[in-house]
């Protein structure tokens, strides 16, 4: 099942995005421009930075995720953002027999769909069992760790892209934003969607502001999707607007 939680983030992430856009306009030393942003209200000085575009200040806080029980499917598209920093649990360390699964909406609702997918899956284990069984007993090494490594290693190329995975990624907040503007969006797919908007939740609570109207492109602006628009543009605003 989907688990999400903010590991841990840049301290006062408002504070140190306005102080960064400070200094570029300003005589003053580091104490002072510190000191000016401590006293005044640094959200609403990020509020006037994301709505007049000067963005590169929100590189300087960054925001660590630990993601729990998403498919491999969800995985490959996540780790296409390249301006992040990850780590995935790795099926060569780690065995995957009796694996947990992620099975779409779509599937589970459908009592046919649901048999098949399920014979699949069991399918895929035993045919992981197995192989594993029959590569460490045939391997030559003769470290036990090292057997079962190699294992592993091969055995995992009939798992399937449903299998559940775990990792730990990290973005800074104009990374973060360029995310959620593709993945928040109707035309992203599902999965990664749900993973987006319970990210979203966590690093809105800790930085109002950076995060507002964060989301798909249409919560501030128009859609850019053109023919493939979903034309939901109000609803997700309301959505998106928390
Ligand atoms: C709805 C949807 C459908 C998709 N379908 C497909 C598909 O069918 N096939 C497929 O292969 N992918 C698909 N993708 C993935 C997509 O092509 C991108 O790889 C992915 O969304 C990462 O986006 P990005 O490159 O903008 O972002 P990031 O990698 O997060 O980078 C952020 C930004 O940094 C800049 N940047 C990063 N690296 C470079 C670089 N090397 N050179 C220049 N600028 C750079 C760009 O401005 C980029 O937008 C899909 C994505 C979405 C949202």
């Not at 590169?56 to 996540?78: D, M, N």
């Not at 098949?116 to 899956?121: E, R, S, Y």
């Not at 190329?157 to 593709?182: K, Q, S």
């Amino acid at each position: 099942m989907l688990n999400v939680s903010l590991i841990e983030y840049t301290a006062q992430p408002q504070n140190v995005v306005a102080i960064a856009a400070k200094l570029c306009y300003s005589g003053k030393n580091m104490q002072s421009l510190k000191e000016e942003v401590d006293s005044k209200d640094a959200g609403k000085f990020v509020e006037m930075l994301r709505e007049i575009g000067h963005e590169s200040p929100l590189e300087h806080v960054s925001f660590t995720f630990g993601v729990e029980g998403i498919s491999r499917a969800c995985l490959a598209q996540l780790t296409r953002h390249r301006i992040a920093s990850f780590n995935v649990q790795s099926q060569r360390y780690v065995g995957k027999e009796d694996f947990l699964f992620v099975m779409p909406p779509s599937i589970e609702k459908d009592e046919e769909a649901k048999e098949v997918f399920l014979k699949a899956i069991q399918a895929s284990n035993e045919a992981y069992k197995k192989l594993t069984k029959i590569l460490k007993q045939k391997s030559s090494n003769t470290d036990e760790k090292a057997k079962e490594k190699s294992a592993f290693e091969d055995a995992r190329y009939v798992l399937p892209n449903a299998c559940e995975t775990r990792l730990i990624v990290t973005m800074n907040a104009r990374e973060l934003l360029h995310f959620f503007e593709l993945r928040c969006c109707n035309r992203a797919q599902w999965e990664i969607r749900g993973l987006a908007f319970c990210m979203l939740k966590l690093v809105k609570k800790v930085a109002p502001q950076i995060f507002k109207s964060a989301g798909p492109r249409c919560v501030r602006d128009s859609c850019k999707e053109g023919k493939m628009s979903c034309g939901q543009m109000a609803k997700m605003r309301e959505i998106y607007n928390f």
